[in-house]
């Protein structure tokens, strides 16, 4: 039988995935924002990718690569067979984050097109929301990672080197 604290921290790693996709298309529909003009960025436009081209890119388009091929380029032997499970990967990732409403899909001319301006979305911007995330999601999160981290304050010299400066700031007093 599977302890459940082992089921806690894969749920856990999958909610980390879901933020970094977030938050590379996030960047990148940044990214891709600031190649508009000034008048279409200012009056609210968002610039809006489909999911193949954030995730797979185009071949005719070697300078945007997708999401699958960006963090590829530094491995010795690039297989295909690799690109093509990262694909698949992602694609699950981004339907899932489409389903729980962290990504809402927009109806274009071209199709239906991500964005990431949800409530949802909003609340897992940055590393902050992450940490804020993980630990509103998972009970177990605050022992996985709060424990350690006061332990770890605790016994530093920083901390110790705080109480003493108080302490002689008290005894001024």
């Not at 193949?52 to 297989?79: H, M, T």
């Amino acid at each position: 039988m599977i302890k459940p604290e082992i089921l806690y921290i894969k749920d856990m790693i999958l909610f980390i995935k879901k933020w970094w996709l977030l938050k590379n298309l996030r960047q990148e529909i940044n990214r891709h924002s600031g190649f508009q003009s000034l008048e279409d960025v200012s009056s609210g436009r968002e610039v809006l990718l489909s999911s193949q081209f954030f995730i797979a890119g185009k071949k005719d388009l070697p300078q945007y690569p997708g999401l699958a091929e960006k963090f590829l380029w530094c491995r010795k032997k690039y297989k295909p067979d690799k690109l093509k499970r990262r694909i698949k990967e992602y694609n699950d990732i981004f339907k899932v984050c489409v389903e729980e409403g962290y990504i809402k899909m927009i109806k274009t001319e071209k199709g239906d097109m991500p964005s990431t301006a949800t409530s949802k979305a909003h609340k897992l911007n940055g590393y902050i929301g992450l940490l804020q995330g993980i630990l509103e999601e998972y009970l177990y999160a605050w022992t996985v990672i709060l424990i350690p981290l006061f332990i770890g304050i605790y016994g530093s010299s920083i901390l110790k080197t705080l109480i003493d400066a108080l302490r002689d700031f008290i005894k001024l007093i």
